[in-house]
């Protein structure tokens, strides 16, 4: 027999759930090639691991370090 406990921990589970499938997430589609930064090329790999880049590696490390101060 379940008890207040197991039904509140069920609707809490139920919403958590459904909020998190709303959320939306990045396109699945590959960036440009190009770096906005630099012009350079952004390699493939990190393209399809982030698809919604914009920089490639070098110049996101500048944006990150430039961010933190």
Same mark, same amino acid.
């Given at each position: 027999?379940?008890?207040?406990? /197991?039904?509140? !921990? *069920? @609707?809490?589970?139920? $919403?958590l759930?459904?909020?998190?499938?709303?959320?939306?997430?990045? #396109?699945?589609?590959?960036?440009?090639?190009?770096?906005? /930064?630099?012009? !350079? *090329? @952004?390699?493939?790999? $990190?393209?399809?691991?982030?698809?919604?880049?914009?920089?490639?590696? #070098?110049?996101?490390?500048?944006?990150?370090?430039?961010?933190?101060?």
């Open positions: 027999m379940a008890d207040n406990a /197991d039904r509140a !921990g *069920e @609707i809490i589970e139920n $919403r759930e459904g909020m998190l499938g709303a959320i939306a997430l990045p #396109p699945r589609t590959f960036a440009e090639p190009i770096c906005v /930064d630099c012009d !350079g *090329e @952004i390699p493939a790999a $990190r393209r399809q691991a982030a698809p919604w880049c914009v920089t490639c590696a #070098p110049c996101q490390s500048i944006r990150e370090r430039g961010s933190r101060r």
